[in-house]
């Protein structure tokens, strides 16, 4: 009697046996502790909030510094030059061909007056200053949208001024004059710069699991480890949650590391200097990690499921790298194509997490329902992975390498 309940117990605790297993076992594989621990969840953040920086000062100090303009026909327009050179700018030489020297990238922003300006003013007529610029260089956007608005400035000042010489109110015209009210706050502004963040972390949790999954099934399968492991009298469901606890612990303490690590450094990006207010703290963090902990299962799952179809490590690691772009579809429409969240969209794997952590950045929180939308839906898709890698280790063929 005594036998078979000790060998009911060692069968009860044979998951718990893999999972111990495997993770020592990987603890001392080099590549699984790099990927895992060290690329991804610590340089990955210190890499992204140091570019973040540095794109945030240079931009500032490129509002704070002297801008040169090459201004051609200066010598007609010597008020609005003037004027040019009270908010900034500095007129550099004239070039040859403005619309070629912004297409060489020579200059960031060129300006050019027509010859006749001088005749049309005094003739009380509009005149027309050329605007050469790129609009495929982002970096230069801030330096157009400064010489257009002190131009514009311009424009209006002596605009009204005729006006008051004609016995006229400035505000003739203009009869309508829009009261902008723009709604957004700081935090939410940070998302304009912190799109890409929900991308981050969940190829964190990808990567972080990763070898782990290649190396239990494939690479196992390899090493011809995996068949011996089949042959002892425990069902296959128990080896194969022993793995996906494996590879969801390594997963879940890649994730864990990361967020600490943008909840350290993300307090030094100057956020704050662009109008913006960006919160990575610990309570930024648990809802992350809330919102992630049934991904952690599906994606263990999904990968194990495809290492299964792999006879060797290398041709898993070629399946898994596609895998990889599948995180990048809802990243890339919610950059690309923006689309008002509806309630059914937090049970879309992916698509939930990464609406969800969007929604912290803004500072709205991420209320009850839709935290339950996304855990339920993305579990259900975790379950049905889960059960369906089951069924492939009940296969013979999976045992089998070569």
């Known amino acids: 009697m005594s036998t078979v309940m000790a060998s009911k117990a060692r069968r009860a605790g044979t998951a718990f046996t893999v999972f111990l297993k ?35 000062n240079r931009e500032l100090d490129k509002a704070d510094q002297p801008l040169h303009v090459p201004v051609i026909g200066a010598q007609y327009a010597p008020n609005l ?82 006006l008051v010489a004609r016995g006229l109110s400035p505000g003739t015209a203009w009869p309508v004059q829009v009261a902008r ?50 042959a002892n009298p425990v069902a296959r469901w128990k080896i194969l949650v022993g793995k996906l606890a494996a590879i969801c612990a390594f997963s879940l303490a890649s994730l864990a590391i990361t967020l600490l690590a943008f909840a350290v450094v993300g307090r030094f990006i100057p956020a704050e200097k662009l109008g913006m207010e960006l919160d990575l703290g610990w309570h930024f963090a648990g809802t992350v990690l809330l919102l992630m902990l049934p991904l952690v299962l599906l994606l263990a799952a999904l990968q194990t499921l495809v290492a299964a179809f792999a006879k060797s490590y290398r041709e898993a690691q070629t399946y ?26 937090y049970a879309v794997p992916l698509l939930g997490q990464n609406l969800g952590i969007m929604q912290q950045l803004r500072g709205d929180g991420v209320s009850g329902e839709q935290f339950a939308l996304c855990l339920a839906g993305t579990l259900a898709a975790a379950l049905v992975a889960v059960g369906v890698t089951a069924q492939l280790y009940r296969s013979e063929k999976l045992a089998i390498s070569g």
Not at 114 to 139: H, T
Not at 145 to 150: F, G, I, K, Q
Not at 200 to 215: E, K, N, P, S, V
């Open 22 to 56: 495997e993770v020592r076992e990987n603890l001392r594989d080099r590549r699984t502790l790099t990927s895992a621990f060290l690329t991804g969840p610590l340089l990955g953040p210190l890499i992204f909030v140091m570019l973040v920086s540095m794109q945030v």
């Open 181 to 230: 009210r723009d709604q957004a706050t700081p935090q939410s502004r940070a998302v304009l710069m912190f799109a890409m963040l929900p991308y981050f972390f969940i190829i964190t949790l990808f990567m972080g699991g990763m070898y782990l999954a290649i190396d239990l099934t494939a690479g196992e399968r390899e090493r011809q480890s995996l068949e011996p492991l089949f």
């Open 81 to 162: 030059v003037d004027a040019l050179k009270e908010g900034g700018i500095v007129p550099d030489t004239p070039v040859a061909d403005p619309g070629l020297a912004v297409h060489k990238q020579d200059a960031d922003v060129a300006l050019r007056i027509a010859a006749d300006y001088g005749k049309a003013w005094r003739k009380g007529e509009p005149v027309q200053v050329e605007l050469f610029y790129d609009s495929s260089r982002r970096d230069t956007a801030g330096a157009v949208e400064r010489v257009s608005r002190l131009v514009e400035t311009y424009a209006r000042q002596q605009g009204a001024m005729r």
């Open 320 to 345: 898994i790298s596609l895998l990889l772009m599948v995180p990048l579809i809802p990243s890339a429409l919610l950059a690309f194509l923006p689309i008002k969240a509806q309630a059914w969209m």
